[in-house]
């Protein structure tokens, strides 16, 4: 039971189970304190606001270390549980959770959700979700089932797998209307679902799923959450071309990120915010938001946060169009990337972003600019920390802008947001100018067709065939590019049996 403004007399007939309740939930503590405080709540005479505040409250204080305590122990129970299942083999992991009957606590689930939650490795995370789904299977915690759903589902997606993703949302959102599932999760719901329609291209839809989860997470006083959502619908936004909107939902996340607590997340809407001021030309706005950056730099002690900043303002002199400084501004990023060691995708991002701005600079830039910025890279594959998928991706985009014809700035474009999602997740697939709808296979070309292909993409032939993987990805992205037709070659294996 959940106060929603009942007569202050109902308060003191309340059951004790009910009290208890009351007691314990931090929703309702919250209520409790905006009736006291509300003029037009006025307590019967004979009850003192006062005491009755000290009393409850303090009852809610004593109540509160028990449950803390209790809570504290079920917590270290489950990262002990934790522990010992991820000592397991991954294929042993789920059918131990239905074998041993020390593994089935409700404390384990929590911190599932949570390691998952935080895994960059959207393997990882599946895996964890999979793992809490099994062991719900034997728990009856509803609210949970839906977090792990939601869970899995955002991993699929950041694999790629959109509609698979899709399926087990609604299959959620379905479980949520038959079972007493609260706000927090239903809110939860609503943002992953807002994710996969994002990626469905049903932008409608997930403006309108975001807004629900914005309006339940604010129910809540769930403010990280609250400016999060905002910022997902702000980036939406600005990227559907509605700067004015997009600046209304950022505004609106600034006052509840707390700076100390979370400056990542403040760092994320002020960058947000900067690009979007940069693009509706709102001068006296952005030097705020430029000067807020600035502030934020103390809490962000690591040489690299600095660079990130820095990296900020190249890209606010490239939304106003002041294109020499923003060049100048992210050469010096990109040189102080490679110094500091940043992540190699980070690194290659800002390699096809400098090459972007060049483009628009200088769309007859001279291929020198591309090739020194493909060979800036090249240590970093050498060594490894560029992996085959991001390296490939990148030396296709930038040989391509270097070609002077077809969509070179929709390739870099495609580019730079396929290294945003794929460094964790390598399989995912790339395509220049979006997914396709014209597919072509290769075998159904004629052999002209296929030198004329090949002579495009720099890519030579043994035995009709491109010679290795890279090479026929080079091929088939180049081909796409140019005509907007994809091509699908038969099975490696099978290529072999016919040479």
Not at 37 to 66: K, N
Not at 332 to 356: K, Y
Request: charged share 25%; proline share 6%; net charge negative.
């Amino acid at each position: 039971m959940h106060l929603e403004g009942e007569p202050f007399a109902a308060l003191l007939a309340l059951p004790p189970g009910a009290l208890e309740h009351l007691l314990d939930c931090a929703r309702c503590r919250l209520r409790l304190r905006d009736l006291i405080d509300a003029a037009e709540m006025e307590p019967p005479a004979e009850v003192p606001t006062s005491a009755l505040s000290e009393t409850l409250l303090a009852g809610a204080a004593r109540l509160g270390e028990d449950r803390d305590r209790q809570h504290a122990q079920e917590v270290a129970r489950g990262v002990e549980l934790y522990t010992r299942l991820m000592a397991l083999e991954p294929e042993t992991r789920c059918e131990a959770l239905r074998e041993d009957p020390e593994l089935l606590s409700p404390g384990l689930v929590p911190v599932l959700l949570a390691h998952g939650k935080e895994a960059a490795d959207p393997g990882l995370a599946h895996h964890l979700g999979l793992l809490a789904l099994a062991l719900l299977e034997q728990l009856q915690m509803p609210e949970q089932s839906v977090l792990a759903s939601c869970l899995v589902a955002e991993a699929q997606r950041r694999r790629g797998e959109v509609e698979a993703a899709s399926e087990i949302l609604e299959s959620a959102a379905l479980e949520v209307e038959s079972e007493p599932v609260g706000s927090p999760v239903r809110a939860h719901l609503c943002r992953a679902l807002a994710a996969v329609r994002k990626d469905q291209g049903r932008t409608d839809e997930a403006l309108a799923l975001l807004a629900r989860a914005a309006a339940l997470f604010e129910e809540q006083r769930e403010f990280d959450e609250l400016a999060e959502v905002r910022l997902e619908e702000g980036l939406l936004l600005l990227a559907e071309l509605e700067p004015e909107s997009a600046f209304d939902a950022l505004r609106a996340a600034l006052p509840l990120v707390e700076e100390a607590a979370e400056p990542r997340l403040a760092l994320a809407v002020l960058h947000a915010l900067a690009l979007t001021c940069a693009e509706m030309g709102r001068s006296e706005a952005l030097a705020q938001i430029l000067e807020a950056l600035d502030s934020l730099r103390k809490l962000l002690p690591g040489r690299l946060d600095g660079v990130r900043i820095r990296w900020i303002r190249a890209q606010v002199e490239w939304r106003r169009g002041h294109l020499k400084p923003a060049i100048e501004r992210l050469q010096r990023v990109f040189a102080a990337l490679l110094d500091v060691g940043a992540p190699a995708a980070e690194t290659a991002a800002a390699a096809l972003e400098l090459a972007r701005m060049h483009l628009d600079r200088h769309p007859a830039a001279p291929p020198s600019t591309y090739q020194n910025l493909l060979a800036a890279l090249e240590p970093l594959a050498e060594e490894g920390k560029l992996g085959a998928a991001l390296r490939e991706v990148s030396s296709f985009a930038l040989g391509f802008a270097q070609k002077g014809k077809g969509l070179r700035a929709e390739v870099l474009d495609r580019a730079i947001r396929y290294l945003e999602k794929a460094q964790h997740n390598p399989g995912l697939p790339f395509h220049p100018l979006g997914e396709p709808e014209d597919v072509v296979s290769w075998r159904e070309l004629s052999e002209n067709a296929r030198r004329a292909i090949s002579r495009s993409a720099g890519v030579g032939l043994v035995r009709g065939e491109p010679g290795s993987p890279a090479g026929r990805n080079l091929l088939a992205w180049t081909h796409e590019a140019l005509t907007g037709v994809r091509i699908q070659f038969p099975d490696p294996g099978e290529a072999r049996r016919r040479g």
